[in-house]
């Protein structure tokens, strides 16, 4: 059985990921938005394991806990709905996707502190180009061999 402990845990360790990986790459996402129209990875990026959750999990958790994290993960569903159905240019999108940004690190903070943990630091976006029109998209993960 699952212990409060650990899908705490779980559930930190999901809030920091999403945060991260949506700051992170935002520039690229926007990017691949205006050269192909494709959601798919805006989505991929958003996809949260917290809607899995049954109501045995969810009653392992303090309500005030279950308030703070129900707070972050309708900011996060708000940000999904936007990009599975938008028309939006890329600067508007990018303007949009700026502002999520913010309202998704101080929510998930603050439902971090809620849990128990530490809250979200700054994250330093992954480097990447794009060599010429039409070329594959060039990541530096900053990786040392």
Sequence with gaps: MLSPDRLIGLVALEIRRLVEDIDRRAELLVEIWARYRSRKPFLDTTFARWTTLGFP???????????????????????????????DMPQAMENTLRGAVVR??????????????????????????????????????????
């Design 57 to 87: 999990e969810l009653a392992l958790l303090e309500p005030e806990q279950l308030d703070a994290l129900e707070t972050f993960y309708r900011e996060l569903d708000e940000l999904r709905l936007y990009v599975a159905y938008t028309e």
């Design 104 to 145: 998704l690190k101080s929510k998930g903070s603050a439902a971090l502190i809620v849990l128990g943990q530490r809250p979200i630091d700054d994250v330093e976006p992954l480097g990447w180009e794009i060599r010429k029109p039409g070329a594959a998209v060039e990541w530096d993960l900053g990786l040392e061999e």
